[in-house]
Each structure stands twice: as structure tokens, then as C-alpha cells.
């Protein structure tokens, strides 16, 4: 007997489901799309010039220059459907610009021109990169990953950029080099966000940290794009960490320093509380934060509007042939 498979609709690849990016203006398909409503029950669009105003200005904040990059055929589909432009680019972490959801208005001060991210410490070649000496060194491509934060919520996001392992062979860390330190941009008169939670002063910098294999894993990701675009300030432009296996927190935003040392560094919420936030947080269905369960999470489906979809949490957020090793 022969089976004709029919692909399931999560199985659709991101450039059909999400065409905007390769058919349209964007700017004028960020505009219909906030128009239309998308992401409405977040950021309530109101008829209102006011309201129209701050649409538009959203629509602009994604409107950030494209980046083709080809599809990586390992992680061109997941097994749900891409989050939807809109409300990904409205909802967000970004402890740098304030402790709610909607910084994306905030974190356009961010001043991104002229970056350079120095790359020190343990290894024969150090160096400083500018954006434009990045996209010359390593090829970038896309991959769909699946994001899960910390706080339950997950979504799916189509980044661009390029395996961390690339910039490891650049580098080449030393022998004694065992982790690596990621520090964001910080700058109190522009990076205005709380200086305290949880009843403790915040270790600014935000700093973030892998094992040496987590980062020499296939899965890690440098991410100076997304959408097709170059990646938007709410996003961490210019460039970020993306690890699809641990907790959204590990990926660092707006990366300004990364460095190879031979002890374990001290992290941004690792340091806040060490129960709530482990160095190595993995996705873990099984191991509860000390305030909620990790059993499922709340997947922000497609629009239009939010609709949140209750899901199990998968072990390594799904990814445990990748990376599972690493942890026996
Ligand atoms: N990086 C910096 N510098 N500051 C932050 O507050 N928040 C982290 C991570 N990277 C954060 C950060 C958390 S908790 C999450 S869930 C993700 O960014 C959110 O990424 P997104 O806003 O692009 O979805």
C-alpha cells in the first residue's frame, strides 16, 4: 500500500508561513499587519491618533534593513507554527530598558552604530569585531528554533547568523580555556532600567555563560538578524546569543564583550538568586523553578490577536539529540 504524507501545517517552512520578509514592503506589511489588529490583546490598538502613532512606531522598530540569508535545512521546520512578527517585536525581556513586557518603545535608545564586540581572554587569536567584519568572517544562514523563557511563555523565531563553533575556530581558545563570559551593552544614562529586584541590587552588566562544549555545540547560535531583517534594538541588536535548548535568559542581547576564561564566570540572574536561575538552565519539564512549574508552557500562537496555547514542556525545549550529551 503505498501512504501519501500530507504535511502538517506546523511542518509548512517559515518562508512560506511568513512570506512579508521576501514579497513585501515591510514597512507597509508591518503597518497592515499592526492595523489589522495583530497582536492586539497585547498592546491594545485603539482607534485613537495616539494610538495609531504608537502602531506606526512599532511598525518602524522592525522595519530594520534586510539580511538574506539561506536557510539551514537541519532547522528549517518545527513542530509549531512561527510567532508572528508583531508580537514577538512587542513582547519582550530586556531588563536594561525596564522589568515589564513592552520595552520595545524603550529600547530604540540603544545606540548601535559603530558596534564592536571584543572577543578576549583565553585564546591565541583575540580580537575585535565590527558588525561589517562579522558578516565578512562567517557565513550566516537561518534557522527556526523554538525560544522558551524562564517565565513558561515560548514562542518560535526565524533568526539569522552563525553557529558559535565558527567564531571558536576563529579564535582558537587556549587549553585552559573552559568557559565563556557574554557581556551586554550597559550604560546608566541609556540603559535605564531597575537598578533592583527581588530586594537585591542588580549585578549590571548583564553578563551570561556557557561551558566551552555548550558553546562548540551545533545548536549555539550568534543571532544579528531575524525575520529577514537585521535584528530589531527589543530583539538585541546587533547581536545576541540564541540557545534553543536552555532558558531564553542564557541568551545574552547586544553583545559587547565575550570572553574565554578557565573558571565558571558569575552570570546576571545566577547571581540575583541561584535557585530561581542555575547556571546551566536547560529546558527541564521535570525540574520545577522554585515559583512555578516547568511541566508546560504557554506558546504564543500566530496571530491575529495573542492567542496563548498550553503545550507540554519538551526535555532541552526539544532539541535532546543535540545536546543531550553533554549532560550524562
Ligand atoms: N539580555 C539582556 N542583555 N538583558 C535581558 O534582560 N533577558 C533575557 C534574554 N536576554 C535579557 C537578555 C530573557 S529573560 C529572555 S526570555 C530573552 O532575552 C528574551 O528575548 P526576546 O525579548 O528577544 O524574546
Redesign the pocket.
Known amino acids: 500500500m503505498t501512504i501519501i504524507r500530507v504535511p502538517k501545517s506546523w511542518e509548512i517552512p517559515e518562508q512560506e508561513a511568513t512570506p512579508e520578509s521576501v514579497y513585501f514592503n515591510r514597512r507597509r506589511f508591518l503597518k497592515t499587519l499592526v492595523g489589522a489588529g495583530v497582536g492586539a490583546t497585547i498592546m491594545p490598538i485603539v482607534g485613537c491618533k495616539q494610538g495609531e502613532q504608537v502602531n506606526s512606531k512599532l511598525a518602524d522598530s522592525l522595519d530594520t534593513a534586510s539580511l538574506a540569508a539561506e536557510p539551514n535545512s537541519t532547522f528549517s521546520t518545527v513542530d509549531r507554527p512561527t510567532t508572528d512578527i508583531i508580537l ?1 517585536g512587542q513582547y ?5 530598558f525596564g522589568s515589564g513586557k513592552s520595552i520595545w518603545q524603550a529600547a530604540q535608545a540603544l545606540p548601535t552604530e559603530d558596534w564592536k564586540v571584543e572577543v578576549t581572554g583565553l585564546v591565541k587569536n583575540p580580537r575585535t569585531y565590527d558588525l561589517d567584519d562579522l558578516q565578512k568572517t562567517f557565513p550566516i544562514e537561518e534557522r527556526l528554533y523554538r ?1 522558551r ?2 517565565e513558561a511563555w515560548s ?1 518560535v523565531i526565524p533568526w539569522i547568523g552563525f553557529p558559535m563553533k565558527s567564531l571558536i575556530a576563529a579564535v582558537e581558545p587556549t587549553d585552559n580555556a573552559k568557559f565563556v563570559s557574554f557581556t ?1 551593552y550597559y550604560d546608566k544614562e541609556i540603559t535605564v532600567g531597575p537598578l533592583w529586584s527581588l530586594g537585591k541590587k542588580l549585578p549590571w552588566p ?1 553578563t551570561e555563560g556557557l561551558r566551552l562544549e555548550e558553546m562548540a555545540n551545533d545548536l549555539a547560535f550568534f543571532a544579528i538578524g531575524n525575520y529577514g531583517h537585521m535584528l530589531p534594538k ?3 541588536a546587533p547581536i ?1 546569543a540564541v540557545l534553543p535548548w536552555k532558558y ?2 542564557k ?4 553583545i559587547a564583550k565575550i570572553e574565554f576564561l578557565d573558571t565558571q564566570p558569575p552570570t546576571f540572574w545566577n547571581t540575583i538568586d541561584s535557585h530561581e536561575y542555575d547556571f546551566e538552565a536547560n529546558v527541564n519539564p521535570n525540574k520545577p523553578h522554585p515559583r512555578w512549574s516547568q511541566a508546560s508552557e504557554k506558546f504564543i500562537s500566530k496571530g491575529p490577536g495573542l492567542k496563548w496555547e498550553k503545550r507540554p514542556t519538551l526535555p532541552y525545549n526539544g532539541y535532546g539529540d543535540y545536546v543531550a550529551n553533554l549532560y550524562v
Open positions: 514577538a519582550n525581556n530586556y531588563y536594561e525560544f523563557c524562564v514562542m551586554s548583564y527589543q530583539h538585541g545576541r531564553g535568559f541568551g545574552a542581547k547586544a
